[in-house]
């Protein structure tokens, strides 16, 4: 990072459809651990979700777009984005597919699984928790990966990782796997900030980081 990054943040736009727990994570972390980003736009394509408030709250561009038909919904989410001037999406809790054409190497998902395990259409919040615990994994953790057009499927920028323990419920494992997404997004926008203004190798998969090692 340079000085020079800092006065030409990233523009990102924050798609989300509900509580909004990674985009108040992400944009406190921005300014804690310098990334030379800034969130111009969260939006949701649900009415009245709790996030679209708490983004408010921290002062953040918000956006409803929702009970359209879905091109009109894609149109209009479109345009919203464009105007925003975002160069980066980020998919922080975003449930529909999103149409990633204008967006291809723009565009960041969060999901709460190591993929390609547990991905996938219906696998979200504490589906996916469940289903981790069902299949008796030893561990689990969260992956940050390039958006392409199916649910969970782009290449892998990061993941990290926890271990299961034996009486973990879903709840409990949702809640120790939020923390390795607390840092892993974070993580993930501060790399490929740099290589949106430094150029270079796209960011893509690295084995995860010391689970130790925390942003601050
Ligand atoms: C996170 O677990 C993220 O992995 C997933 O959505 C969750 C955040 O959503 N994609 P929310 O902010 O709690 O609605």
């Known amino acids: 990072m340079t ?10 736009a924050c798609l989300i459809s509900g509580g909004g727990r990674s985009v108040v994570n992400l944009h406190k972390k921005i300014i804690s651990a310098k990334i030379p980003a800034h969130i111009v736009l969260v939006a949701s394509t649900r009415a009245n979700v709790a996030g679209i408030q708490a983004a408010a709250a921290l002062g953040l561009e918000t956006c409803e777009i929702a ?5 009109t919904l894609d149109d209009r989410l479109d345009a919203a ?26 565009c960041l998902n969060i999901h709460p699984s190591l993929l390609p395990k547990f991905g996938g259409h219906g696998m979200w919040g504490e589906h996916v928790h469940a289903a981790v615990l069902a299949a008796g994994e030893i561990e689990s953790g969260c992956t940050v990966h390039w958006a392409d057009e ?8 990061l993941q990290r990782r926890c271990p299961i323990h034996d009486d973990m ?21 501060a790399r490929v900030a740099h290589w949106l203004r430094h150029g270079g190798t796209r960011p893509n998969f690295t084995v995860a980081s010391n689970p130790n090692q925390k942003m601050n």
Do not use: C
């Open 67 to 71: 009970a359209l038909p879905a091109d």
């Open 150 to 157: 199916q649910f969970d499927t782009g290449s892998i920028i």
């Open 169 to 189: 419920n879903s709840t409990q494992l949702a809640a120790r796997v939020f923390e390795e997404e607390s840092q892993a997004l974070p993580e993930a926008l």
């Open 81 to 106: 984005l464009e105007k925003s001037g975002a160069e980066l999406i980020v998919l922080a809790g975003y449930l529909r597919l999103f149409r990633v054409a204008r967006w291809k190497n723009r």
């Open 3 to 12: 000085t020079n990054d800092m006065h030409n943040p990233v523009r990102v």
